[in-house]
């Protein structure tokens, strides 16, 4: 029926939805190599971000035909755009983060289903296969010429704790290494990376599957990051929660893992222990990938190994990627960042913060822009406590800028604006020196500063551009008449 919700379990559901929106989603019959020309395309199409200019926001981008490739589509940009995860989640921009919050404290754990059942097991390669080669098999694109090796960028890693069971599901860099083995990278800190730690002191492998084009909320949950999700928390059952129903897991056909049952793609495999290899080893770039911040990461000279056991998926099955800094990855992590604050500063200061965004110029890690409502003298100065709970609820936050309820957050003009006239450095600003923050941000250097004493060290900063307490009256916005558009533009809607 139309206007009626289609309802998301996985990619092919996701993808139509929107099919039926306009202007959501697009089509390539074009011939497109996966090697820097897929991403080259999409740049320019919808990528957004800390892309380089020109990009725009644009729909997300189907290439049907891939050079090498018979049976292979890839999806690109799926979530590239705040309105579309509104779409895909039944809701709207401004109410995204506030559904994630409600999820995480109401999760629906995963369950697991037959592999007869597991539509990501229709077609199965195992690497005992005389003919076995990940890139036969899979387009891992690369996002520019220079890239350390083609990479797979969306798939989803889960993995056992194996002392206590316990699963995580995370994104991680996995660069395509040989035919038989990806490279995988950690951010220190990562739950999966503590779960290969104690495997590795035990002198065993760890099985892990990588699960790649699913169902977006199980994309957005697996972002979140403690202290919201600690160690043990399963990020798939706020997948569950967000669906009103579990997330289906199967038994892998090659490791002791579980996979996403339907998932277009399965790399199963395992961490080996004690084996490193330099990321960049068959291209000697010195670069891994265009990340997050806008910049392209350095290749790592030491970085674990995944033996690669067995690829299973879906007939004709889609494989998902993204541009490293695009506005993709900006949701991916800024809308649990969002969900996480509004989270830690709800218990702490209720009804105080009223909504928050971690926009595209600030990465979706770096920046998060707070809302509040000072509702009475005693208020004043909560605004900055506010501040220090969200770098509390989110380590890797570097900026936090305080606006009052009259600024729109999702509006950097706005935000912008408030700075400008109700901001004054001297007064309205809070340095916090020498606090760990990310590795990729490349100011967080010594070199950078005197103030750094480390690579990935910050100075945390609050920039307070809330008008005090007893100077409200200054600093009222004008005032316009409230009027029926509609009868002077017929079908004009407010945004």
Known sequence: MPGEQLKVTDL?????????????????????????ELAGVYRYIGAHGTVQRPTQMGPAMIFNKVKGYDDVRVLI???????RVARLFGTTADKLAFMLKDAVATPVAPIVIPQSQAACQEVVHLASDADFDILKILPAPTNTPEDAGPYFTMGMCYAADPETGEHDVTIHRLCVQSKDEISMYFVPGRHLDTF?????????????????????????????????????????????????????????????????????????????PGVRVREDQNT?????????????????????????KAITHRRHPILQTCIGPSDEHTNLAGIPTEASILQMVERALPGFVQNVHCPSPGTGKY????????????????QRQAALLAFSAFSELKHVMLVDEDVDVF???????????RYQGDVSTVFIPGVRCHPLDPSSDPAFSPSVRGHGIACKTIFDCTVPWDLKANFKRSQFMEVDVNRFVPGFSKK
């Open 196 to 272: 290969r730690q104690k495997a590795e002191a035990a002198g065993q492998a760890l099985p892990i599957s990588i699960s790649i084009g699913v169902d977006p909320a199980i994309e957005i949950g697996a972002c979140f990051e403690p202290p919201t999700t600690p160690l043990g928390f399963d990020e798939l059952s706020i997948a569950g929660s967000l669906r009103n129903q579990p997330v289906e897991l199967t038994d892998c056909v090659s490791v002791k893992a579980r996979a996403i049952a339907n998932a277009e793609i399965v790399i199963e495999g395992e961490l080996l």
């Open 367 to 382: 920046l998060a822009v707070l809302q509040v409502k000072k509702r009475s003298p005693a208020d004043e100065g909560r």
């Open 77 to 83: 940009g799926l979530l590239c755009t705040r309105k």
């Open 411 to 421: 509006d950097i003009n706005d935000v912008m604006w408030a700075m400008t006239t």
């Open 284 to 308: 000697d770039s010195g670069k891994a990938m265009p990340e997050f911040p806008g910049y392209t990461g350095s290749a790592q000279p030491q970085v674990p190994v995944i033996k690669v």
């Open 12 to 36: 092919r559901s996701a993808i139509e939805l929107l099919s039926r929106c306009d202007d959501e989603l697009i089509y390539t019959d074009e011939p497109v190599d996966p090697m820097a």
